[in-house]
């Protein structure tokens, strides 16, 4: 068998955003595309304490671009570095739609009683 450079599982030509070196013997649940990383300072907690804001810490958040190999949906996911929590992981579509929403509590955080749960679809979430 000539060698490739290719692992004999990876049927499909990686996305153009990934950088991850895939090897004959990686673990089936590590055989996935992901991105380079984005690590920016945050301040940020995993709000799982009262209050909220107690787990507000400084951490490295780190963002990623990933999807399994053979699979069609792309996820982003957003964790620390140096922490287990906070670890938000969502759907490309999803992530548009987290953007989009994060844009508007950042310039005019709805007011009491006009946040309706929809999307801008008007869908139910
Ligand atoms: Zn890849």
């Not at 990876?10 to 153009?16: G, N």
């Not at 990934?18 to 649940?29: F, G, I, K, L, Q």
């Not at 069609?72 to 953007?99: F, G, H, K, N």
Request: proline content about 6%; hydrophobic content about 30%.
């Amino acid at each position: 068998m000539v060698d490739t450079g290719v692992p004999s599982w990876l049927d499909e030509k990686c996305p153009r955003w990934c950088a991850r070196t895939h090897c004959e013997d990686d673990h089936p649940e590590d055989r996935y595309h992901q991105s380079e990383a984005t690590i920016f300072t945050a301040r940020a907690g995993a709000g799982d304490d009262v209050p909220l804001n107690a787990t507000i810490r400084p951490l490295e958040l780190c963002i990623r671009t990933g999807r399994y190999v053979g699979e069609r949906e792309t996820w982003i996911v957003i964790e620390a570095l140096e922490a287990a929590r906070p670890r938000l992981l969502v759907t490309e579509q999803s992530a548009r739609d987290l953007l989009h929403h994060l844009d508007r509590h950042l310039s005019r955080p709805p007011r009491a009683g006009r946040e309706t749960g929809r999307d801008r679809r008007g869908e139910d979430r």
